[in-house]
């Protein structure tokens, strides 16, 4: 019997600016039962050091992908095809309260996954990542992390707080959540506090790629590098913060840095994640308000759904 999976509503069925903001026009459901992935929103910015307003990315976010196509016209990739996906909404968070927010998002996350579905996740601040992972861990042991971003987020702590979105990474290696020696930290660069800002995971075993060493050249080699690591059957999760991109080409976040990666190299990125066994990703840290185009929001939405033709499974032809 051949499988009907969901697909998104089409732009000649309903106007693109019409109709309900579900991601990708996608149906919605209130839990994960039936999915093979479940797109979620994790509209949470307290844990954010600098510039709020990451809370309004999940809903923006829908809004710009509307935009987006169901076949990826380069790899002939066709998620909708492969996979049953369905947008289950944002995690109820209390909006008052960090830590109480990380708990519910790491009970929401559990809910997710024992229904054997796999994760999209979008933030919210990256803070959201810690509680995602904790969950993720419970179901496929430690894994292997690839981390787009600006910004290590290995500090110890931030203002006396052990969980901010600067110090999820630390906590994730500490608490065995992922394989430090399978971690990989792309884009890093700018300004720091100490010559040292960067060691703390290389220390732990972590390959870290700073921006300066992704200026001008491809990246599908270093893809290839670190699918030879990870190997085909480590459990990957994909962390993508927004701001691991230059400011010009992402400019609606909180912790802009220049110098940083092309959308090129970030779509280059997640189709080398194609061939590992990715069990969750997550795009975090639009902040909407500082990028009232929309384009930093239509990127995000185009990169989720990069994430979903990476997925063991889809169908696609390179």
């Known amino acids: 019997m051949t499988t009907r999976f969901n697909q998104p509503l089409g732009g000649n069925e309903m106007p693109r600016f019409a109709g309900h903001a579900s991601m990708f026009r996608l149906p919605t459901q209130t839990n994960a039962e039936g999915l093979d992935i479940a797109l979620v929103g994790v509209p949470l910015d307290i844990g954010t050091s600098n510039r709020a307003g990451s809370r309004f990315g999940p809903r923006e976010i829908r809004c710009e992908s509307v935009m987006v196509r169901p076949y990826c016209m380069y790899t002939q990739a066709a998620p909708f095809d492969s996979f049953q996906v369905a947008d289950i909404g944002d995690v109820p968070l209390n909006t008052f309260n960090l830590l109480k927010s990380i708990d519910i998002i790491e009970g929401f996350f559990d809910d997710v996954l024992s229904h054997g579905a796999k994760t999209i996740s979008m933030g919210g601040d990256h803070t959201v990542a810690l509680p995602i992972l904790r969950a993720t861990a419970k179901k496929h042991g430690p894994v292997a992390l690839i981390h787009v971003d600006a910004h290590s987020d290995t500090n110890d702590s931030m203002f006396g707080e052990r969980i901010t979105h600067g110090t999820i990474f630390r906590r994730a290696i500490e608490e065995n959540l992922v394989q430090a020696d399978k971690m990989f930290q792309i884009g890093l660069r ?42 085909a059957e480590t459990p990957v999760y994909l962390s993508f913060d927004i701001d691991g991109l230059d ?58 759904f990069e994430m979903l033709c990476s997925f063991p499974g889809c169908q696609r032809a390179r």
């Open 190 to 231: 700018t300004t720091g506090y100490s010559a040292e800002d960067f060691d703390w995971a290389r220390n732990q075993g972590a390959l870290v790629v700073p921006a300066e060493e992704c200026w001008h050249k491809s990246l599908s080699p270093l893809m290839t590098e670190i699918r030879g690591v990870i190997g």
């Open 247 to 304: 400011p010009s080409v992402a400019p609606g976040t909180g912790t802009p840095e220049p110098g940083g990666l092309s959308t090129i190299q970030g779509i280059e990125i997640i189709r080398g994640c194609w061939g590992l066994n990715m069990v969750g990703a997550d795009l975090v840290e639009v902040s909407p308000p500082y990028d009232t185009t929309g384009n930093t929001s239509l990127l995000a939405a185009n990169l989720m």
